[in-house]
């Protein structure tokens, strides 16, 4: 925004996606309608109530510029943010300019596909977790697949990475979002992230979020630690008590989602019925994956499901990639 106040762009407004416009507020945290302290510039929520902009909203609107850092993980919510970006740009005959960024895990693919069933805000397309395409590749696949409403057609046009290739590490230099501080947390993330929907942390609350997991009733593990109120992480889980569990901050580079953390600590909990929670299949994608750890699977029997899965949207994502 302020490169383009600085060429004399005239900024009408500023969409806010899941947490905020300055990107330093709560997961989850709705945000509410304000005023931009530093340039004055009006900020419309697109993470509470609304989460599309209103015919209101584009009035005297010739076009958006969509300009956010994703991770590449499905439930990652700034991909339905887009796409409901999209979807309103198509309905009001407005360009949508998605000046496009590095995917940090973008060097694979993996994961169960969503499901019909299980669609929601954390995750809106059949695609697998792990999707290795820019979110200008994706938004491309959004509009070529028809996954918008009535099967519009947003005017779209992605402005290209220099020099990018999707399968050398991209290391941001700042925080995508407030609970994933580094390369390794959005690494670990696509793998960690089922624990949201389940009674362990995975270290909201600490300065090693998406590097730890853990519980107040894991006794049997030696590493510990205690989530705590703080900015980004007001009402962490657990929060105050000693969680014992893994410190994952040097594990090894991932190039696949890793299901041994999930199933390890399955095992360990006592209170088996509680462990996953409702919203857990629209983590997953399905409602499979909770059925195949309760009946014992290993990662390997659980990830031979997929194949056919991702090999049908390998196909489909090979139309969209701009960088080889």
């Known amino acids: 925004m302020d490169s383009l106040l600085k060429l004399n762009v005239q900024i009408k407004k500023v969409f806010a996606p899941e947490h905020g416009f300055r990107g330093n507020l709560d997961a989850g945290e709705k945000i509410i309608n304000s005023i931009d302290e530093k340039t004055g510039i009006p900020i419309v929520s697109l993470y509470g109530k609304k989460r599309k902009p209103s015919f209101e909203d584009l009035d005297e609107i010739d ?46 693919i993996d994961g169960p596909i969503m499901t019909k069933e299980s669609m929601s805000f954390v995750g809106l397309h059949p695609v697998p977790i ?40 991209y290391r941001l230099t700042f925080k995508p979002s407030p609970n994933l501080p580094n390369q390794q947390s959005i690494n670990l993330y696509p793998s960690l992230c089922f624990f949201e929907q389940t009674p362990v942390s995975v270290g ?13 009733y894991w006794e049997n593990f030696k590493f510990n630690f205690t989530p705590k109120s703080m900015p980004g992480a007001k009402y962490p889980k657990h929060e105050n008590l000693t969680c014992y569990g893994l410190n994952l901050e040097n594990e090894e580079y991932l190039s696949k989602i890793d ?66």
């Open 204 to 216: 909201r609350g600490t300065e090693k979020q998406f590097q730890v997991i853990g519980t107040p």
């Open 63 to 108: 076009v958006i510029i969509f300009d956010i850092q994703d991770v590449g993980a499905r439930f990652y919510t700034y991909l339905s943010t887009m796409h409901y970006v999209m979807e309103s740009c198509a309905e009001n005959n407005i360009e949508l300019i998605v000046l496009d960024r590095p995917n940090p895990n973008g060097h694979y």
């Open 130 to 169: 792990v999707y290795g395409m820019t979110i200008g590749e994706y938004a491309k696949m959004i509009n070529g697949e028809k996954w918008l409403r009535n099967n519009l057609n947003c005017k779209l046009k992605v402005i290209k990475i220099t020099n990018y290739d999707r399968n050398k590490k």
């Open 259 to 324: 299901l041994k953390w999930l199933i390890l600590a399955y095992k360990n909990e006592k209170n088996k019925d509680n462990f996953f929670k409702s919203g857990f299949h629209r983590l997953a994608g399905n409602k499979l994956l909770e059925e195949q750890i309760k009946k014992g699977l290993s990662a390997k029997e659980i990830r031979k499901t997929w194949k056919n899965g991702l090999d049908n949207f390998k196909l489909i994502r090979e139309k969209y990639l701009i960088y080889n």
